[in-house]
Structure formats: C-alpha cells, structure tokens
C-alpha cells in the first residue's frame, strides 16, 4: 500500500473500529503502528546513507549515516518558522514574528527530519492559535501588534555522572488564548483539534483525502512517515516541499488538520528517550518543552 493509499485508509478504520474498541485503545494500536514505521523507515535509511558513504568513499565529519553530530536546533527553527510562517500568511492573511533567546548556538547529534516534524507542527499550532486569538480581541483595523512566538534553546548541562542522561531542551510559548480544563487530558489524542470546531474531536465521516480543510493533517503524517528525508543524500524533495506539494494538489491549507501532529510529534520526541509536555495558561497562552 502506498503513502496516500495507506493515510487515506487510516481515518476509514479509525472509524469503523470506533464501533468496538475504546479510545485508548485506539490510540495505543496507532501509537505502535506508527512507532514501528518510524523505526522501519529510520533503520532504512541509515543502513543506504552508511552504505553510500562507504560505495562512494564519501566521509562527511558531521553526519553518521542519517545523524548530524553538529544539528542546530537555531538553523532548524528559522527553517521551519519561515515555512509555517507562509502557511500561515496563505491561511490567515498573516503570521506571527518568532524570537529566539537562550544558548541560540548550540548543537546536538540528531536526525533532522525528526526535529523538522516535531519543531513544524509545534509552530503550525502555535502561530494559528497566536493570530486567531488576536484577530479575535482585536479589529481589524487596531495597530497592536500581534506577539511573537517565544523560543528558548537550553543545551544539554554538564553530566553529574557518566551516566546521567544530557538532553537539550526547548521551551515553545505562545499567547494564543491557551487550552481550557476540559481538553488538557485530549491534547495528544489523536483526531483532536480545536482547529475551527469548537475544540471537539473531529468526526470521520468527512475524513477522506479529497474533501475538507481538516484532512489536510495527513500532508504532515504522510511527509512525516513516507515522504523524503531532509538530507541530500535521500533526494532532492524536502519534508516541507512534499506537504506544501500535496496540500496544493488537494486545494487545501495546511495550517491546521485532524489532529495528529501532536500525538505523532510526541512519538517522535520519545522515539530516542526524549519527551514533549504541553503547559496551558487558559485565557493566554501556552508552553511546548521539548527534552531531545
């Protein structure tokens, strides 16, 4: 089964195993199917970059295969900010400014396609919610300006012990009006989004590819999962050049979707023992904190 075929049918199944399986159980079947394509696809194409890298006698100093030793998460948040940022516009007729502070210089080893997932659909939540928040307490024609999308980078401190784990951290933080009581428990559940429904899960019926602003959360599982790495040794499409691909091929923005970018955000911060946890000040704002 192909990508489109395989994300398209996703949503149908969802639906029909509704009928005899509990949310959660639901939601730990995807967890696991979509963990191990993670993991299948990541094996795969470590294993074709180290063996490029020895055919072709080709050694770059910082990567190992699919790893960059020196990723900047800096570079990596610009990148994805300027993308989001024209969805956004193209959405919403305008976008936040983001502003970066902390330790802006630092590096880790990591597999940039997993933090351009993770980093992209962060800032597709936050920016919506940031320009939706404001339009709505402020005219049209008011001069305040809407408030940037705060980044803080904190590098991994120094080991208190050979074996205490290092994770570089990073704190997202928008105003944009947060998340009430009630959804807190659902915010990486899949199919919730409080993308223009009231904050209620999103029904399947409209779900298929071709119809509805909503599906087009499966442009960033689909690029996410199966679409091309961002390295260049696995072609020359970028992660964001196939969603933006498909969303205009479908008509669509992508600005918000159905609902699974966080949940699959926040299997990817986990895949290699990191974490990502939501903090929501209702009426404000919110926090992503990302350990990777």
């Known amino acids: ?164 784990p290092r994770y570089l951290s990073m704190r997202i933080r928008d105003q944009g009006g947060g998340v009430t009581p009630a959804d807190m428990s659902r915010i990486f559940s899949y199919s919730f989004t409080t993308a223009g429904r009231g904050a209620e899960a999103f029904e399947w019926d409209d779900a298929d590819l071709g119809g509805g602003p909503y599906a087009a959360q499966h442009v960033g599982g689909s690029a996410a999962v199966d679409g091309p790495s961002s390295g260049a040794e696995f072609g020359s499409e970028s992660l964001f050049a196939e969603m933006a691909g498909r969303g205009v091929q479908m008509g669509m923005g992508t600005i918000a979707g159905l609902g699974y970018g966080l949940p699959m955000s926040h299997l990817y911060a986990r895949y290699f023992g990191g974490s990502l946890d939501f903090f929501s000040l209702d009426g404000w704002g919110s926090d992503f904190i990302i350990f990777l």
């Open 1 to 164: 089964m192909t990508s489109p075929q395989w994300l398209k049918a996703l949503p149908r199944s969802f639906q029909e195993c509704a009928r005899y399986m509990t949310p959660e159980q639901i939601s730990n079947f995807l967890d696991d199917a979509i963990r191990n394509r993670i993991a299948v696809r990541l094996i795969a194409e470590q294993h074709i970059a180290l063996s490029r890298t020895v055919v072709r006698d080709e050694h770059d100093n910082d990567h190992i295969g699919i790893v960059q030793l020196s990723c900047s998460p800096r570079d990596m948040i610009r990148m994805c900010a300027s993308f989001v940022g024209d969805l956004c516009e193209a959405t919403l007729g305008t976008s936040p400014r983001i502003d970066i502070d902390g330790e802006v210089d630092a590096t880790f080893a990591y597999v940039p396609v997993h933090l351009e997932y993770i980093l992209t659909e962060i800032l597709k939540n936050s920016f919506r919610a940031t320009v939706e928040w404001h339009q709505k307490h402020h005219s049209s024609a008011s001069l305040s300006p809407i408030p940037p999308v705060l980044i803080t980078i904190s590098p991994p401190p120094s080991p208190s012990s050979p074996q205490s």
